[in-house]
């Protein structure tokens, strides 16, 4: 289920414009893996560069509100303490661009199946949902970038218990039902898409 409506760039300008008084207390939670994905139905890949630039429109409080997750890959080594290349320059990246960077160690599961004889672990939901269980007292609006339904419950009860709205940024096809039926329940204030904010996010088309 995708909802066809879609913002041109007035609409888009109204929205940041929105924010400008309150983008002191408005927590922005990046899942970057999530995110990473969105490429392949977008065909442009959103590039940290250009996030960032858009999420200092939502958000000018301290940096600590602009929350980057992302899994750490040191291989499939367990003792490994260097980081992939692609792994380091999208940390660094994002480092480099203010966001405050939380990571974990990427797990390699033996899997016969996989060309590769591995598949690759690193769920950060449960570090998003304490930060922002932590954090609340420092914001009173979400702007999440991951159209993944695995965090609906915990925006639904910190929209039940402390009355905190939330933003779901997701890409066509990327978007969990359970995020259109927060939408629908009110937990969810707004859905937006990132082919709609292509202009203001794209890196470069991949083909």
Not at 161 to 170: A, D, I, S, T
Request: proline residues 0%.
């Amino acid at each position: 289920m995708d909802d066809i409506n879609s913002m041109d760039q007035s609409a888009i300008k109204n929205f940041l414009e929105s924010f400008q008084d309150k983008s002191g207390r408005v927590i922005v939670v990046v899942d970057y893996g999530n995110v990473d994905k969105w490429k392949e139905s977008l065909r442009w890949k959103v590039g940290i560069k250009e996030l960032a630039q858009l999420v200092k429109g939502f958000s000018k409080g301290s940096q600590f509100l602009r929350r980057f997750y992302y899994g750490s890959d040191y291989g499939p080594k367990d003792k490994s303490e260097v980081l992939s290349e692609w792994c380091r320059a999208i940390l660094e990246k994002a480092r480099m661009n203010r966001f405050e960077v939380i990571a974990k160690r990427v797990k390699y599961i033996y899997n016969s199946a996989n060309k590769y004889g591995f598949d690759k672990k690193c769920d950060l939901d449960v570090e998003m949902t304490v930060d922002l269980i932590k954090e609340r007292d420092n914001y009173d609006t979400i702007i999440l970038f991951s159209g993944d339904g695995d965090l609906m419950y915990a925006i639904r009860y910190l929209k039940n218990e402390y009355n905190k709205e939330c933003f779901v940024f997701g890409a066509r096809g990327h978007v969990g039902r359970e995020v259109y039926d927060g939408l629908q329940e009110g937990f969810v204030k707004d859905i937006l898409y990132a082919e709609d904010f292509e202009y203001r996010l794209n890196k470069e088309r991949l083909f």
